[in-house]
């Protein structure tokens, strides 16, 4: 495992709820992103951060924020959940933003009724 | 339309027979091919990184490779435990798009069976 835990693993909310994920590193990597991932679909970036308090948005970024105040956690908010963000959620990390790889979490499944 | 295209998209094999699987990206200015696999509710492992035609990388039954628009991953003599979806991912040159963005494919599940 690359240091990467993501809570919670599972979560099932209603629709119009707030709900935040949570994405926490060891390894003091500085880029760190989050992607969505569903059927029929290949893994989609919601917002990537590439720095304490510096993120930016990924192509599937309506409906949800991110925050980083700290270099190990990046925090994924859902600010009133709806159904079509039943999904997947991962988290990855990266040495820089280059060519490099990025490292992926366990995932989070969330379910939004 | 795709960027990234992975083929099959499920493909079945006896363990020790050896396959090929298929990951072709339509954009220009390649800057790194990435390959991983993904078991059922886990997050994609990283398997390689390719940069430039003609590059090969090896692990244990695994060999990945690149021309100019696709890559291959060969698995030769495949294992049951080589049994799961591997992920084709791809950073084309920036056009003032997200910095370490990676365009994946759908990916090929691939099943071996004893």
């Known amino acids: 495992d690359a240091g990467i835990t993501q809570s919670p693993r599972h979560k099932v909310t209603e629709t119009g709820t707030p709900v935040t994920l949570r994405c926490h590193q060891t390894?003091?990597?500085?880029?760190m992103y989050w992607y969505r991932q569903d059927p029929g679909h290949g893994l989609r970036l919601i917002h990537y951060s590439y720095g304490v308090k510096d993120t930016d948005k990924g192509e599937v970024s309506d409906g949800y924020s991110v925050s980083r105040s700290k270099t190990e956690d990046f925090l994924l908010t859902l600010e009133s959940a709806t159904s079509s963000q039943t999904s997947v959620y991962f988290c990855?990390?990266?040495?820089?933003?280059?060519?490099?790889?990025?490292?992926f979490g366990p995932g989070t499944r969330l379910t939004v009724l | 339309e795709d960027q990234v295209t992975q083929s099959p998209e499920a493909l079945r094999l006896q363990e020790g027979e050896s396959s090929s699987l298929n990951c072709s990206y339509t954009v220009s200015g390649l800057r790194g091919l990435f390959w991983y696999r993904q078991d059922p509710g886990k997050g994609p492992e990283f398997l390689f990184t390719l940069y430039s035609a003609g590059e090969e990388k090896e692990k244990e039954r695994l060999k990945a490779t690149l021309t100019k628009k696709e890559s291959f991953l060969h698995i030769t003599a495949p294992k049951p435990e080589d049994s799961a979806t591997y992920l084709c991912?791809?950073?084309?040159?920036?056009?003032?798009?997200?910095?370490?963005?990676?365009?994946f494919g759908r990916g090929t599940q691939l099943t071996v069976w004893p």
């Open positions: 990855a990390i990266s040495v820089s933003g280059g060519a490099n790889e990025q490292f």
């Open positions: 991912a791809v950073r084309f040159t920036d056009r003032g798009s997200t910095l370490g963005r990676l365009y």
């Open positions: 390894e003091n990597h500085r880029y």
